[in-house]
T-cell receptor
Framework: DQQVKQNSPSLSVQEGRISILNCDYT??????FLWYKKYPAEGPTFLIS?????DKNEDGRFTVFLNKSAKHLSLHIVPSQPGDSAVYFC????????????FGSGTKLNVKP | ETGVTQTPRHLVMGMTNKKSLKCEQH?????MYWYKQSAKKPLELMFV???????ENNSVPSRFSPECPNSSHLFLHLHTLQPEDSALYLC??????????????FGSGTRLTVV
């Protein structure tokens, strides 16, 4: 039973344009969400997070939006750069076990020069 | 060394072999994790150690045996594996505290191939 889903396995975007990566979750107890970025042959690295008390969090070119009623979050990258090409995972935690994260299957982003 | 270090980076083993994966964290964290990443699948949580005690075993077959001798080291002992166990094995650490903080810090992983 997959509690965090990333339904788009891949996304291709032109350099300078916006990249939008989507993530859906099923567990209403989740109240903390993160995005990780993974390059080949490296482990995932933390990118940005959001808690359920907010609906938006921004860090430079990266913005995460949370729609709790839809159980949906998205990561916007503006403007996209070729160095952003990587696999992006969303993760969620909540309830009493806030150190246990559930991950999606990832979306591979390709930013074309 | 900083962060989370995993060795070896690559491992090829036969189904009758016994091998171990090693993870070391230099962040002063008190929780460590093993995750399995198979192609096109979510990261699967295997084991969680908090303060050197195993707090979660996510229905992992007994051919995988974790060991956490102290808060900085984590091992995954492997024996009699199957080809479907071939995957990227990721170690992570975190500070088990009152907030999720920045989540985990991951190592670079061990790419395991079972032949």
């Amino acid at each position: 039973d997959q509690q965090v889903k990333q339904n788009s396995p891949s996304l291709s975007v032109q350099e300078g344009r916006i990249s939008i990566l989507n993530c859906d979750y099923t567990n209403s107890m989740f109240d903390y969400f993160l995005w990780y970025k993974k390059y080949p042959a490296e482990g995932p690295t933390f990118l940005i997070s959001i808690s359920s008390i907010k609906d938006k969090n921004e860090d430079g070119r990266f913005t995460v939006f949370l729609n709790k009623s839809a159980k949906h979050l998205s990561l916007h990258i503006v403007p996209s750069q070729p160095g952003d090409s990587a696999v992006y995972f969303c993760a969620a935690s909540g309830g009493y076990n806030f150190n246990k994260f559930y991950f999606g299957s990832g979306t591979k982003l390709n930013v074309k020069p | 060394e900083t962060g989370v270090t995993q060795t070896p980076r690559h491992l090829v083993m036969g189904m009758t072999n016994k091998k171990s994966l090693k993870c070391e964290q230099h962040l002063g964290h008190n929780a460590m994790y093993w995750y399995k990443q198979s192609a096109k699948k979510p990261l699967e949580l295997m084991f969680v150690y908090s303060l050197e005690e195993r707090v979660e075993n996510n229905s992992v077959p007994s051919r995988f045996s974790p060991e956490c001798p102290n808060s900085s080291h984590l091992f995954l002992h492997l024996h009699t594996l199957q080809p479907e166990d071939s995957a990227l094995y990721l170690c992570a650490s975190s500070q088990s505290s009152g907030t999720p903080g920045d989540g985990y810090t991951f190592g670079s992983g061990t790419r395991l191939t079972v032949v």
